[in-house]
């Protein structure tokens, strides 16, 4: 049970919620919070001085007044107005994430929402009720589209996912027992003053490229193994205790240290490896101290008031502001693509020269894996090349230029998905190449004591490749891993079992 209080929120908490579907409740201070924040917003509204979204329009609209006898209609209508998004929906996990992630901004007070409606989006939590959540729509000024399509459902319109089917919002409610909520006075606009989606879908991320960072120095060590097995090559000074002090990275040393483990003792080499495998702590550790800055980065938006206005309980006022805008996040999302273009591009320099050493055993028919898969690891890097470019600086000016900026935070967002997901697979096309050289040693303890289990997990797939087309595999063997004798398997049934074993909590 994740227990909402005033105490920080985590990425861990958010993948908690959304991936082991960890119920919600609310600590009884917050209960109090959200009570004292809606009072601020009810006391306000009392006074009838014109205040944005609360008896105003909205964007280009700030200055025409709303009288209190349109207000309820006008949440409805705000709600309907951002039902703009378009494209495939969120997963089930993510639109969770977003839910649970704008749950969280509910209750640290800013937003100035009834208790009621606050309830509610916990219930959708804990009913499992998912709404149905277009991917395209946020420029990175608050996430606008995505949220209206969470709030939608929640007061019985919109579309949801019902046992993997598209239901009507009322009919999702029903099915789980629930009412739907009438918005009250700024609920409209306070469910939307959030960028839910991108701290919440990139928390989900964060804890992903975590997972990859630490893989990819496991299957560093496959490679420095499979070189050490075949050649000369597989040096471990570079990632020496002695190399790590000189140059104080902490995910740097991390990265060392985890190969220095992987590889274990009494290994002799030649005198210098290619940089792609000498100074990869360098650039995983690189990457790994990227990713926690981003981390901290999600993690100050979790757990902020961003909403505009926003509800101040210690002042009694609802004041405009502009922490709606996440510049600092976009950048971060944006720094981790051109990491991740650095360990995927060593990974496919390493594949290069593993690739040569493999040669002679594919003439031989010894070796089965195809050469080829070597190209498509290459045409996915260059993809990573160009998917680092950035994406902040591309936003425009919207609703009558009183919207002239944003940070495209959620496009930055979802560039830095695809990078991970290409970084993953290079990362695997890596991996088999190492351990079919390491099958294939002349040496058959080449590798480790540490690093065997994961040989042994993989060695049963890399013998079955060599399958020509997408179906020649086995289909539940390929799956479950097999033997070597279970049939053979395509290069993309190949490199998706060992993605499963490399990266078990990706999405």
Do not use: C
Not at 120 to 140: A, F, K, M
Not at 378 to 383: G, I, L, R, S, Y
Request: proline fraction near 4%; aromatic fraction near 4%.
């Amino acid at each position: 049970m994740s227990v909402l209080s005033r105490a920080f929120v985590e990425i861990a908490d958010v993948t908690a919620v959304a991936r082991s579907e960890q119920r919600v409740s609310f600590a009884r201070v917050v209960e109090l919070d959200l009570a004292a924040s809606r009072a601020v917003v009810d006391a306000v509204l009392a006074e009838g001085k014109p205040v944005y979204g609360l008896n105003t329009e909205l964007g280009a609209g700030r200055d025409i007044v709303v009288s209190n006898d349109r207000i309820e209609e006008f949440q409805r209508r705000t709600i309907r107005n951002s039902s703009g998004g378009l494209g495939v929906p969120l997963s089930r996990e993510q639109a969770r994430a977003v839910m649970f992630a704008r749950l969280v901004g509910f209750t640290r007070g800013g937003a100035g929402v009834t208790p009621a409606l606050a309830a509610q989006y916990l219930q959708l939590l804990n009913r499992d009720v998912v709404p149905l959540v277009p991917r395209t729509g946020s420029v990175g000024a608050a996430d606008l589209t995505a949220l209206a399509a969470i709030a939608a459902v929640a007061t019985g319109t919109g579309q949801a996912l019902l046992n993997g089917e598209t239901v009507s919002g009322a009919d999702a409610l029903a099915a789980a027992g629930l009412s739907p909520v009438t918005l009250q006075a700024h609920e409209g606009l306070a469910v939307m003053s959030s960028n839910a989606y991108s701290v919440g879908v990139g928390a989900l991320v964060i804890a992903d490229l975590r997972v990859i960072l630490r893989s990819a120095d496991d299957v560093l060590s496959l490679s420095l193994t499979a070189l050490a097995g075949h050649s000369t090559g597989g040096n471990p000074s570079p990632f020496s205790e002695e190399v790590q002090a000189a140059h104080r990275a902490p995910g740097q040393a991390a990265s060392a240290a985890r190969v220095r483990a992987l590889l274990g003792e009494g290994r002799t080499a030649s005198t210098q490896d290619p940089i792609s495998f000498r100074s990869a702590p360098q650039v995983h550790g690189a990457a790994r101290d990227a990713i926690e800055q981003t981390a901290s980065l999600v993690t100050l938006e979790l757990n902020s008031r961003t909403e505009n206005p926003l509800v101040d309980v210690e002042s009694g006022r609802m004041i405009s502001g502009g922490n709606f805008q996440v510049v600092g996040l976009a950048l971060g999302f944006e720094t981790l693509r051109i990491a991740l273009g650095h360990v995927a591009v060593t990974s496919e320099r390493r594949l290069a020269r593993l690739s040569g050493l493999a040669a002679d055993l594919r003439r031989s028919a010894r070796a089965t894996v195809p050469g080829l898969i070597w190209y498509s690891a290459a045409a996915m890097v260059a993809e990573i090349r160009h998917l680092a470019n950035p994406v902040s600086l591309a936003g425009t000016s919207l609703s009558e230029d009183v919207e002239d900026h944003s940070s495209n935070a959620a496009l930055a967002l979802q560039l830095l998905e695809r990078s991970a997901a290409l970084t993953r697979t290079v990362l695997a096309v890596e991996a088999i190449a190492a351990v079919e050289l390491v099958m294939l040693a002349d040496d058959p303890f080449v590798a480790s004591a540490a690093l065997q289990p994961l040989v042994d997990l993989l060695a049963p797939l890399v013998a079955r490749a060599g399958g020509a087309g997408a179906g020649a595999g086995t289909g539940a063997g390929a799956d479950a891993g097999g033997g070597a004798g279970a049939g053979t398997l395509s290069a993309q049934e190949l490199v998706d079992a060992v993605e499963r074993i490399l990266f078990p909590s990706a999405s």
